[in-house]
């Protein structure tokens, strides 16, 4: 099956300090990326899509600004969390969809990243 | 916009009995895939099981297969000789033809020895 790797996996950060995080489809072209943001035992909240090569469009109430994504290839995605606070402390996962779009249409998940800010 | 309901928060089975977890979901659109997905304590999201909305004949894989009634927007996950592996959270999630997901809430399922 396609694989999404995530790096880092694990990172702690001071106050103010800005963190980018790696989305890869290893395997299979990603057209489009998603990236996801979930707090310990609750569901996955959708912050954006991301398309290769165009703007990532955002979900309502996520600060583009905040969030800056970046789809340069076609098989990386990056998430930078700028000018990072402890309520931005959570678990990011990104998923990845098959270019062109399977017939077996699903989406690959990357195995998250747990910010931990001070 | 779409939503999606998972109505049991957790849930427990004993080893080898078969538990049932629902979901319902609200949408405008008429095609469209669901998924089952389980979350175990690692966190890496395991696709379980899908559905595309356009097929009638409910989908399976191994142990777990799904009751889909598209007129009541209904898609439970049946999960059959429940294992210790199976321990997890598990996931509902619509999605459009446009790729954007939304879940549910999830459900805790926990299976006893």
């Known amino acids: ?5 995530q790096h880092p996996s694990w990172v702690i950060c001071k106050s103010g300090t800005s963190v980018k995080i790696e989305c890869r489809s290893l395997d ?3 057209t489009t990326m998603f990236w996801y943001r979930q707090f310990p035992k609750q569901s996955l909240m959708l912050m954006a899509t991301s398309n290769e090569g165009s703007k990532a469009t955002y979900e309502q109430g996520v600060e583009k600004d905040k969030f800056l994504i970046n789809h340069a290839s076609l098989t990386l995605s990056t998430l930078t969390v700028t000018s990072a606070h402890p309520e931005d402390s959570s678990f990011y996962i990104c998923s990845a969809r098959d270019q ?4 077996q249409e699903t989406q690959y998940f990357g195995p998250g990243t747990r910010l931990l800010v001070l | 916009a ?9 849930m427990s089975v ?3 009995e078969t538990v049932t977890l629902s ?3 609200d949408t405008s659109e008429n095609n469209y895939y669901l ?3 389980k979350q175990p304590p690692s966190r890496q999201m395991i696709l379980v099981i899908r559905q595309e909305a356009y097929k009638q004949q409910n989908a399976t894989e191994n142990r777990f297969s799904v009751n889909f009634q598209k007129a009541a927007k209904s898609f439970s996950l049946k999960i059959s000789d429940s294992q210790l592996g199976d321990t997890a959270m598990y996931f509902c999630a619509f ?6 997901s939304t879940f549910g809430d999830g459900t805790t399922l926990t299976v006893k020895p």
């Open chain 1, 100 to 103: 062109p779009p399977a017939l």
């Open chain 1, 28 to 30: 299979f072209q990603a």
């Open chain 2, 14 to 16: 004993q080893e080898a």
């Open chain 2, 23 to 25: 979901c319902t979901y």
């Open chain 2, 2 to 10: 779409q939503t999606v309901t998972q109505s049991q928060p957790e």
């Open chain 1, 1 to 5: 099956g396609a694989v999404v790797s």
């Open chain 2, 35 to 37: 998924f089952w997905y």
């Open chain 2, 95 to 100: 999605m459009s033809y446009a790729g954007k």
